[in-house]
């Protein structure tokens, strides 16, 4: 017997794979502010610290920099800038498609309370302990982090994937593909 759990099921899945890959060129602004200006101002912070630092010859004081709250606060960034997207939806436009998306909005509102409680006590726990002397604290601190930063961009992503523009984008391309995929067989017997 094959076990299997996951919060978003097979059909779910298939369906937000559909609409990313429909509106893949919409998809990729997605990133720039929610993980490309974030990371490259923690690594501008870095490089500052090596400019101007007088301790700058300390490797630990470059992973304090990085563990300082400010990963977790991508994660939390991520998932507050996706809220507008959980419940707003025409359901009646979501018929016509053939989908109704409420379950799965629902479990998304959910895994983005958890993740930003997760990353609200991460971040506090990171301010308060901040900074940290134990490699290994640092280490775990660290994989947390990124962790925290790849789980909140799974769920964001997903959020921001609900949008009516794409699902009705992604409707629109099925059905034009499949009128071309049909249209090319039509008097042909």
Same mark, same amino acid.
């Given at each position: *017997?094959?076990?299997?759990?996951? !919060?978003?099921?097979?059909? =779910?899945? $298939? #369906?937000?794979?559909?609409?990313?890959?429909?509106?893949?060129?919409?998809?990729?602004?997605?990133?720039?502010?929610?993980?490309? !200006?974030?990371?490259?101002?923690?690594?501008?912070?870095?490089?500052?610290?090596?400019?101007?630092? =007088?301790?700058? #010859?300390?490797? !630990?004081?470059?992973?304090?920099?990085?563990?300082?709250?400010?990963?977790? +606060?991508?994660?939390?960034? &991520?998932?507050?800038?996706?809220?507008?997207?959980?419940?707003?939806?025409?359901?009646?436009?979501?018929?016509?498609?053939?989908?109704?998306?409420?379950?799965?909005?629902?479990?998304?509102?959910?895994?983005?309370?958890?993740?930003?409680? +997760?990353?609200? !006590?991460? #971040?506090?726990? &990171?301010?308060?302990?901040?900074?940290?002397?134990?490699?290994?604290?640092?280490?775990? *601190? +660290?994989? #947390?982090?990124?962790?925290l930063i790849w789980f909140s961009?799974? $769920?964001s992503r997903r959020v921001y994937?609900? &949008?009516?523009?794409?699902?009705?984008?992604?409707?629109?391309? $099925?059905?034009?593909?499949?009128?071309?995929?049909?249209? &090319?067989?039509?008097?042909?017997?």
């Amino acid at each position: *017997m094959k076990f299997k759990f996951a !919060i978003i099921n097979t059909a =779910e899945r $298939v #369906f937000l794979n559909d609409i990313e890959e429909h509106n893949h060129d919409n998809n990729s602004l997605w990133k720039l502010p929610n993980l490309i !200006i974030p990371i490259a101002t923690i690594i501008l912070a870095l490089i500052c610290y090596l400019a101007f630092s =007088e301790n700058r #010859f300390t490797s !630990i004081n470059y992973f304090n920099l990085i563990i300082n709250g400010s990963l977790p +606060l991508i994660a939390i960034n &991520q998932i507050s800038s996706i809220g507008v997207y959980v419940f707003k939806y025409n359901s009646e436009q979501e018929k016509r498609y053939g989908h109704n998306t409420f379950m799965l909005r629902t479990k998304l509102f959910w895994l983005s309370i958890f993740t930003l409680v +997760l990353g609200v !006590i991460l #971040f506090a726990f &990171q301010v308060i302990t901040n900074p940290f002397d134990n490699w290994i604290l640092l280490i775990i *601190m +660290l994989i #947390f982090s990124w962790g925290l930063i790849w789980f909140s961009s799974y $769920v964001s992503r997903r959020v921001y994937l609900l &949008q009516e523009n794409f699902i009705a984008a992604t409707y629109d391309r $099925v059905i034009l593909d499949g009128v071309d995929e049909h249209g &090319q067989n039509w008097g042909q017997n």
